[in-house]
Structures are given as structure tokens and as C-alpha cells.
């Protein structure tokens, strides 16, 4: 086969700042490599049980061959170890990005409180709190920013799984994850085209507009509060892929533990991208709040 | 297996602007959909020398069967038809993003241009007070207050410095044109090497990308005169106008791939055993990759240089 997700990543220059780039570039990289974790996993259990056939070989030989890995067990063993590795140091290059994020939005926040703050002193001291203006439609942009994600958290997958195979319902819990992952994307569809007709503009007072802007503004704040709870359940994920890979460098997962470990790298895989998917819908809700709030300031 | 490139392609947030970001996904999809082709064309040759084993239905059954695929030589073939369906909008989409640039560019430079002229008037302006208030410029006291004066009027400013990316451009040029690419063309990427190129190629781009945020990011102290800072402003919108024809540029890319791409489906609808088939679209899914790459690095120029620009705007007081 021609490619398993296996071939060299060319690793790029990291982007400037917390951007949308940076997070992009890292999560593909970071899916392709549980993808690839996963498919050999996967072909070491097939080898397993039918052998090293010539099916097997022509089908995804080259594509083994050319990432530099033996096509034996011992050697899909030690591609699997070195590509959790990656994953393990990219999940940590992850968790500093969040760390980044925050930061870039406090002050953010710290910016718009002061731009709010002054603005209302400003109509207050000219006396135009009632003068009429046209302004993006505050009550519309909540409404969207409002959706909320599926509330229940599924439990993640642990090590504990992978060596004392306690969870039975695996088949179900992945497909409630993937269902939720499927939610998360219907909403970020949906709000994106919502988000885009809510900057239709309405008219109103200076006043009721800077209650809206204020009301954005708490929005705001709720949505930083979420991108906390989603930076602690990265770093879950970050812990969790760090007991694997202890894991599997101290031997507690063995090379016939390929199977199991295929089915606990989904599951892994799909804690992340659930996260991820969550940060990105918060992420998207705080900026458009600001975009909103200082909108409407500028109109005031 | 779990992935082999079939499944339904993640939907990502994409951003409303003309944003990088949304080319890389664009390009990440595009990217996917080729590996998907390539590697259904791989199992139906599998398929057809070593029938469908349980080996084979093991490895790959699960894959086909999520993403609605029926496991056999038409399915296979039908499957293959769908992704170039897929495909060729995702090309649509990537040609959309370019005239999107395409029209952000023209403003750019526009914006660009207001500026350095509106640079140029304060300065001139500065001038003539200057001017206006020496009545003999040729008296000892005269000149002497305008040597003072001039002394006075230079200018500290802490900017990127673009002289860095001419120097850049030609470590570029030369890095590049060191390459050994006979034999290939962008309408044909048949050559077995394009790969092998291209890997090479993009390794250069993603340092010079580097490079390009080092100076972003690294400013330096230079002092000039009002006047000189003008002259750079100048030059920069000049500069940032003869950037709005790469847009341009990669856009005819575009056409002359989606003719290279409507090849490989040709080839395909022709003989879907084809080995060229294979070969054109392993180099076109190569060739596909680097075109954000190069749009990074067009952004990332344009960037540094409306930041410059900026700069010296805000300490000229235009």
C-alpha cells in the first residue's frame, strides 16, 4: 500500500505566536501519528496471525520500507515505540501552546475590559448614552456563541485497560466518543455561517449598546473558562500518553500486546481529538465575542 | 486497519478570511483524498492477484466498510471516481483561497502605497517649516543651526530588517537552483524524481520561513533621516506592489495542475490498472503539497513588510 501514514513527517518551522497555523499544523501531525501507531499495530497483529504473507508485503512493504522500519515483528515493535515517542513529544509541544493561548488571551481580555471602561466614561461624560446607533446585533452573536457541547465527559481510556483489560464496553464507549466528536463538528459547521449573519447590524441606544457590549464580555469570560477546563483535559491526555510510553519503554506492554495497544491508541486518539475539537469551538466563541464587543465599542 | 485514509475527512473550523490556515486545510484534505485514491488503487491490485483473503478483509474490511465502500474490484473503482469528485472541489476551494489572496494582495499594496505617500507628505511637509525658518542658509549661524537641526531630526527606529530578505532571496534562488530537475515540467509531473525534488525544495522554503520570523520577530536599530525613512517606505510599497502578481502567478500554477489532474483521471477512466496513473497522482499529491508552503512564505514576506511599514509610519507621525 502506499502510504500508512507512515512516511517522514517533514517537521516545519514552528508559526509566530498562539495562531490558528501553529495549532493546525501541529494537530495533523499529531493525528497522523496515532494513525500510524495504529496501522502497525494493526499489521503486527495480522502478521501475527497469518504470517509475513506475500499479500501482506506487497501491499504495505514499501511503505514500511521507506520510513526506515524492518519489516518484522522486532521491527514494527520499535517503529511503534519510536512513533509514540513523537506523539508524546508533540502532545507536550501541545500543552505549551494551550499555555500560550491563555496568556494571549488575558490579554486580549485585559484590552477589551480597558476599551469597554473607557468608552462608557466617554458616553457618560458627553451625555450620549441616548443618542441612536447602529450596532452588529449583540443578542444574535450570543445566541450563537451560546451552543453549548455535549455535557457528559466519557471516561478516558487508561493504561489500567491496556493491562488488566477491566473495560468490557469498549465497542460502546467508542461509538458514544464518536458520536460526540460528530456533534462537536456539526456544531462548529453550524456556527460558523450563524457567527457570520450575526454581524448584521440593528439600531439602537449607545447605552442598551454597551449593556450588550458588556453582556458580550461576560460571554467572553465563560468561554475562557471552558478553554481552562479543555487545557486540563489536554493535559489528561498528556499524562495518559505518558504512561503509555512508559509503558512501552519498560516493557509493561509487550510486543504481543499489539492488538490491545490498537484498540487503546483509538480510544486515546479519539480523547484528544475530542479536546481539540472542543478548544477550537472555544476558541472560535471568545474571538468572536471580542470581534463583537469592539465592534460595538467602535460604534458607540 | 483503522486509517488507511478513507474515512470521513475531519471538518476544522474553517476561518471566514483569506488565512493561511484555511489553505493548509484545504491542501491537508486534498492531500488525503490522493493517499486515499492511491491506496485504494493499491488493495484492487491486491485484490486482483491474491483475491479477497481473510488477511485482506482483516486488515482493511473494517476501513471500507465505515466509510460505505464495498469491498471489491468495482466498489474499488466506483470509490476511486467518487474521490476525484471530492477532489476536484477541494481544487475549487484552493483556486477561491488564491483569488481571494489575489484581492487581499491588491489591497495591501494599495494601503501600502497611501501610506508611504502619506510618509512622504509629512515629510516634505517637516521640510519646508525647517526650510522657512532660515533666511540665509549660506551664514555661519545658519548653517550651523541646521547642522544642529538635523542632527535633532534623526530618527532611532527599531524595526524588522527587510534589507535581510534580499539576501535571504538570493540563498533561496541559489539553494534551489542547485537542484538537478531535468526532465521535469509542472504540466507533466510523470518524472519519477518530482518527489525526490520537491522534498528538497520544501525543506529550503520551511528554512527560509524560518529565517523570515527570525527577522519578524528579531528588530534592529537603524538611524535615519525622516527623509531616508521615506525613501525605505517607498521602496517597501514598491516591493509589496510587485508581490501582488505572485497571487497571479500561483494561480496559473492552479490551472495548469487541474490539467495535470484531470490527466490522472483520464488515465484512470482509461485503464484503472494504469501504473501511470499511479505515478501522476503520487507526484501530483506531491506537487499539491507545497503550494501552502509557498503561500506561507508569500504571507509571511507580506507580513514583515507591512509591519515595517507601520513602524515607520507611526515614528514619522504620518
Known amino acids: ?30 493525528l497522523a501519528h496515532f494513525d500510524a501507531v495504529i496501522n502497525l499495530c494493526t499489521i503486527s497483529d495480522s502478521i501475527k496471525k497469518y504470517g509475513k504473507t506475500q499479500q501482506l508485503k506487497d501491499l504495505v512493504g514499501p511503505s ?96 489500567e485497560y491496556l493491562i488488566k483489560d477491566s473495560i468490557d464496553n469498549i465497542d460502546a464507549i467508542y461509538a458514544e466518543k464518536e458520536k460526540q466528536i460528530d456533534t462537536v463538528k456539526k456544531v462548529i459547521e453550524d456556527t460558523k455561517q450563524l457567527g457570520i449573519a450575526a454581524m ?73 481529538q475530542y479536546v481539540i475539537l472542543k478548544t477550537k469551538v472555544h476558541q472560535a466563541n471568545v474571538d468572536k465575542c471580542l470581534v463583537g464587543l469592539l465592534k460595538i465599542v467602535d460604534e458607540c | 486497519m483503522y486509517n488507511i485514509g478513507i474515512s470521513t475527512t475531519v471538518v476544522a473550523d474553517q476561518p471566514t478570511k483569506c488565512d493561511i490556515s484555511k489553505l493548509m486545510q484545504l491542501s491537508y484534505e486534498l492531500e488525503s483524498y490522493f493517499d486515499a485514491v492511491l491506496n485504494l488503487h493499491a488493495i484492487n491490485e491486491s485484490l486482483k492477484k491474491y483475491g479477497k483473503t481473510s488477511q485482506l478483509t482483516d486488515l482493511v474490511g473494517s476501513s471500507f466498510e465505515s466509510a460505505g465502500i464495498t469491498l471489491s474490484n468495482e466498489g474499488i473503482v466506483d470509490a476511486i ?72 531630526s534623526f530618527l532611532i527606529i527599531n524595526i524588522p530588517d527587510v534589507k535581510k530578505l534580499d539576501g535571504m532571496f538570493k540563498e533561496l534562488e541559489t539553494r534551489c537552483g542547485a537542484i538537478p530537475t531535468e526532465g521535469m515540467t509542472t504540466t507533466a509531473p510523470s518524472n519519477p524524481h518530482v518527489v525526490e525534488v520537491l522534498d528538497k525544495i520544501e525543506v529550503i522554503l520551511n528554512e527560509m520561513i524560518g529565517k523570515i520570523d527570525d527577522i519578524s520577530q528579531n528588530h534592529v536599530n537603524i538611524s535615519v533621516s525622516p527623509r531616508q525613512a521615506s525613501e525605505i517606505a517607498q521602496r517597501i510599497a514598491e516591493a509589496l506592489d510587485r508581490y501582488k502578481q505572485i497571487p497571479g502567478e500561483l494561480a496559473n500554477k492552479i490551472k495548469q495542475l487541474e490539467r495535470a489532474v484531470a490527466t490522472a483521471e483520464r488515465l484512470f477512466s482509461n485503464n484503472p490498472d494504469s501504473e501511470k496513473f499511479k505515478t501522476q497522482a503520487t507526484n501530483l499529491k506531491r506537487v499539491l503539497k507545497l503550494i501552502p508552503v509557498l503561500a506561507k512564505m508569500y504571507d509571511r514576506v507580506q507580513a514583515l513588510l507591512v509591519k515595517a511599514l507601520a513602524i515607520i509610519k507611526k515614528e514619522v507621525g504620518a
Not at chain 2, 113 to 127: C, G, L, P, R
Open chain 1, 1 to 30: 500500500m502506499y502510504n500508512l501514514g507512515i512516511d517522514t513527517v517533514v517537521d516545519t518551522e514552528p508559526g509566530v505566536g498562539w495562531s490558528e497555523e501553529q495549532l493546525f499544523e501541529l494537530d495533523q501531525s499529531i
Open chain 1, 64 to 159: 514500511i520500507e521507506s520510513a526506515g522500519i524492518t519489516f518484522s515483528m522486532e521491527g514494527l515493535w520499535q517503529g511503534i515505540k519510536d512513533f509514540f515517542k513523537w506523539i508524546w513529544d508533540k502532545i507536550k509541544a501541545m500543552w505549551n501552546w494551550f499555555k500560550g493561548l491563555f496568556t494571549s488571551n488575558k490579554k486580549k481580555e485585559a484590552a477589551a475590559a480597558n476599551e469597554l471602561a473607557e468608552k462608557e466614561k466617554q458616553v457618560a461624560a458627553d451625555g450620549t448614552a441616548n443618542q441612536q446607533v447602529e450596532v452588529i446585533d449583540a443578542k444574535a452573536l450570543a445566541n450563537v456563541v451560546s451552543v453549548e457541547l455535549p455535557k457528559e465527559r466519557l471516561p478516558f481510556i487508561t493504561l
Open chain 1, 200 to 272: 448584521s447590524k440593528i439600531t439602537t441606544t449607545k447605552n442598551v449598546a454597551l449593556n450588550a457590549s458588556r453582556g458580550l464580555f461576560g460571554l467572553f469570560k465563560k468561554g475562557l473558562h471552558w478553554l481552562m477546563e479543555d487545557s486540563d483535559d489536554m493535559k489528561k491526555v498528556e499524562q495518559n500518553v505518558a504512561k503509555f510510553n512508559g509503558a512501552i519503554n519498560n516493557n509493561k506492554i509487550a510486543e504481543n500486546d499489539t492488538a490491545k495497544m490498537a484498540v487503546a491508541m483509538k480510544a486515546v486518539k479519539q480523547d484528544y
Open chain 2, 81 to 152: 471516481k467518487d474521490f476525484f469528485k471530492w477532489i476536484w472541489d477541494k481544487i475549487k476551494g484552493i483556486w477561491d483561497w488564491i483569488k481571494g489572496l489575489f484581492s487581499s494582495s491588491k489591497n495591501v499594496a494599495d494601503k501600502a502605497k497611501q501610506d508611504a505617500d502619506a510618509i512622504k507628505s509629512k515629510v516634505n511637509e517637516t521640510d519646508q517649516q525647517a526650510a522657512s525658518g532660515y533666511d540665509d542658509p549660506k551664514t555661519h549661524m545658519n548653517l550651523l543651526r541646521s547642522f544642529e537641526e538635523l542632527q535633532k
